[in-house]
């Protein structure tokens, strides 16, 4: 929060912004799948960071926007434009109803919830006849070059990220890290815990139900392996907790770091097996030496300097 | 009546912690709760605040009947409460903690009455720092600080005073007494039994779920139930 | 003359919060110390904080000359000191002789601890009739033989107990303190314990120590107490 601070995001978003003129396709594309883990990523902290409630079924919501937004296309004729906005509507509506008795358990016991929640939407999805089943949907896509995904992803990420930098400071803000830190209390001083954590929750799931509608849009063909795979919840989570769960940077600095290790791996090697074990060993990392993540370990290492300057 | 509990009762599995408890508080007065460890007290609070839900029994606040609201709800109304371990939104800072229960007043408001509060408890050099850096005393001068923060009507102290400096805990009752000549209204859960002799009117005291003498210090410590609860058979 | 247990100056608490502020007691040789004194004034704390389970933040605790803090609790249970918990702290589902065999885990010698099970079991033949059947199926008294036989298991020089009445009909309590006193005459151990049934503990106890807000506000044999209402005053406050 130093006086930095400012200038470095401006000098961030003027980079992001200037990129796809500077770059070719390849890089182009790089830059652009890490926008849409970078929007995932910071949805997922929007619940996890702020209330401690950590959501391991989060992916689902990425995979019915995707789904909801093809079908909408598909079989209903809609617009792309129409369909995301109902893609999200449907995570946001979904997660509110499934929030209302899950977020009701703590700690392990709403991961575990979310996780099968996850796994419920995965195997319905691969049932249904209006998904295609086993067999994917095939999704009218937009044959432009990454530019345009590279700017809605941009868009959406960005939102989202500014909607947890605003949240910091906010009424919600405050009351929600209440809950996180002291639910019981955080009641009786009056705070309707359960409501806030259903808003929140469902806020959190609007994000990566636009992110997927726009993903189907974008690799023109969706399956429940892909969207709906326990992987893509695991990625934001291993994400978050690299960079720093409760963070406004962490979570970004986490999707750069690993997805740009991700994309070297493939390119080194064309197996993503490497990739698999990496994010082992970060797992490990993270819970052994890193509990703060990265953002903590940095404010870590400036502590002794700040405290000897404060005492001097 | 500012509250009226009546046969209240609470169960966990077979064991029945609160058994046709009655609680009675007017407006201005501050209840005395003692008992042996196990005697239900907390479970008694975690009732009336709504925490727990009620196995039996009703609660009136303010002439509302409030049996089987959620806390948020009856705190709305004006019940505050303490926790026996001090329950501090610990990663937050110490004025964020105050600034909390506040919040949907207006800022310049609430900024003003937590710096209010902080100047009385000698916080304010701490006010910047997380909250879990506070000694345990502060903790539970900040956690009363909180509850204050709502302008509530009736509290409920679980132990306010543990682990609080001997010269702090003077001021502490000063301002109790003081809230008390305000109108406010306190049930206090007080080991410390010279707090109980300074400040409370009334004493309640607790055995196995429910009231077994109530009075004035000097009475209760004569009782015969209340020798046999203390001392065993 | 038993062994002897010297506290001095003992300071410890949860967090930030200081429960014991400076308690010191000595059991002078004596068979049975009683620790009593209302809730919330760290009786089980000093308990605690005397086995090792929480390390002390000051103050010093001698158990015949060696000095315990910093010990880690195995190792105090090999100088001669062994802990009941409150409720016995028994394996409900482990029979009566593997309950009794966990008591002994810190004994290397096989054979001695084979004596020492065939001695338990014949001072309590009620074990030793079920010592096959699981330690849960037992009744609440049989359960308490059990965790003092246990706790016997490494011949203890001194037993410390964290209210051994709790949770036991009326009756039994009286069984408890009269096997308490029984174990100190003919095994000639010494005993600490921490009771709420007070008129219990003084029935059997030879020294007592009242412990109130983290001080002990009475030291001495029960003779020194003058009566109930005495304590009623330690506890209440002489004001009220």
Request: proline share 4%.
């Amino acid at each position: 929060m130093g006086p930095l601070r400012l200038p470095a995001l401006a000098a961030f978003l003027l980079l992001t912004l200037l990129a796809p003129l500077a770059l070719n396709p390849f890089w182009l594309r790089i830059l652009t799948e890490i926008l849409l883990w970078m929007g995932l990523a910071v949805s997922w902290n929007i619940i996890g960071g702020y209330t401690g409630y950590l959501n391991f079924g989060h992916g689902a919501f990425f995979g019915v926007g995707a789904y909801v937004t093809a079908i909408a296309m598909v079989h209903a004729g809609l617009p792309f434009g129409a369909g995301l906005l109902l893609g999200g509507c449907a995570s946001a509506a979904l997660a509110a109803f499934i929030g209302l008795p899950t977020l009701r358990l703590r700690g392990a016991y709403f991961a575990i919830a979310t996780w099968a929640f996850a796994e419920m939407i995965r195997q319905v999805a691969l049932l249904l006849e209006v998904t295609g089943g086993a067999f994917g949907m095939r999704v009218p896509g937009l044959l432009d070059p990454n530019f345009f995904y590279y700017v809605m992803w941009a868009a959406v990420a960005g939102t989202c990220a500014i909607t947890y930098g605003l949240m910091e400071r906010s009424r919600m803000g405050y009351k929600l890290r209440a809950i996180r830190e002291q639910e019981e209390a955080a009641e009786t001083l009056g705070v309707a815990t359960t409501r806030l954590k259903l808003a929140a929750f469902a806020l959190s799931a609007t994000f990566p139900g636009v992110l997927g509608g726009i993903y189907g849009y974008w690799t023109t063909y969706i399956h429940p392996d892909s969207v709906l795979a326990g992987s893509v919840t695991d990625q934001m989570v291993v994400m978050v907790l690299l960079g720093g769960l409760g963070t406004a940077v962490g979570p970004i600095l986490g999707a750069v770091l690993l997805q740009a290790v991700s994309r070297f791996l493939w390119l080194q090697t064309e197996q993503s097996v490497l990739y698999i074990i990496f994010i082992g060993l970060v797992i490990c990392v993270v819970v052994q030496l890193l509990p703060d993540g990265l953002v903590g370990l940095w404010a870590r290492l400036r502590r002794p300097q700040r405290e000897a300057g404060g005492a001097a | 009546m500012l509250l009226e509990a009546r046969d209240l009762v609470k169960r966990f599995g077979g064991l029945t912690a609160v058994s046709g408890m009655d609680l009675a508080v007017a407006p201005g007065t501050i209840v005395g709760l003692i008992g042996p460890n196990g005697s239900g007290k907390t479970t008694l609070f975690n009732l009336v605040s709504g925490l727990y839900r009620l196995d039996g029994g009703t609660v009136l606040f303010k002439g509302q009947d409030v049996t089987g609201l959620s806390p948020h709800r009856i705190a709305r109304l004006g019940l505050g409460r303490t926790f026996q371990i001090p329950a501090l939104f610990r990663k937050m800072t110490v004025e964020e903690n105050l600034w909390v229960p506040a919040i949907d007043e207006p800022w310049q408001a609430v900024r003003r009455r937590a710096a209010e509060w902080l100047d009385l408890f000698r916080l304010t050099p701490l006010r910047a720092e997380p909250a879990e850096v506070l000694s345990g005393g502060q903790q539970k001068l900040l956690e009363l600080a909180r509850a204050l923060m709502r302008d509530p009507d009736l509290l409920l102290l679980d132990e306010c005073t543990a682990g609080v400096q001997p010269a702090m805990v003077a001021e502490l009752l000063e301002a109790i007494r003081r809230l008390r000549d305000r109108g406010k209204a306190f049930v206090i859960i007080e080991h410390n039994m010279e707090v109980i002799q300074d400040l409370c009117e009334q004493i309640v005291v607790m055995h196995e779920g429910r009231a077994i003498a109530r009075g004035d210090l000097a009475a209760v410590k004569q009782d015969a139930a209340v020798v046999e609860a203390y001392l065993g058979r | 003359m038993r062994v002897r247990l010297i506290v001095e100056g003992l300071r410890a608490g949860y967090g930030a919060l200081e429960i014991l502020h400076g308690v010191s007691l000595d059991t002078g040789g004596e068979a049975v110390t009683a620790i009593l004194g209302p809730n919330g004034s760290g009786k089980s704390t000093l308990l605690k904080a005397v086995v090792g389970v929480l390390s002390p933040w000051g103050g010093s605790v001698r158990f015949d000359g060696v000095d315990l803090i910093g010990l880690p609790p195995h190792r105090i249970v090999r100088q001669g000191v062994t802990t009941l918990p409150q409720g016995g702290g028994i394996f409900p589902r482990l029979t009566v002789q593997e309950n009794l065999l966990m008591g002994a885990y810190v004994l290397d010698d096989g054979q001695a601890v084979r004596t020492r099970l065939a001695e338990i079991f014949a001072r309590f033949p009620v074990l030793a009739e079920r010592r096959r059947q699981a330690a849960g199926s037992l009744s609440g008294g049989q359960q308490m033989l059990l965790a003092v036989g246990r706790a016997l298991m490494t011949r203890p020089r001194l037993m410390i107990l964290d209210e051994p009445s709790a949770g036991l009909a009326p009756r039994l309590v009286a069984e408890v303190f009269d096997l308490i006193r029984g174990l100190a005459v003919e095994e000639g151990m010494a005993f600490l314990l921490v009771e709420q049934s007070v008129r219990q503990a003084l029935r059997v106890a030879d020294r007592c120590v009242v412990l109130v807000q983290g001080e002990v506000r009475f030291a001495g044999g029960p003779s020194g107490l003058s009566g109930e209402g005495q304590l009623m005053d330690l506890y209440f406050g002489r004001r009220a």
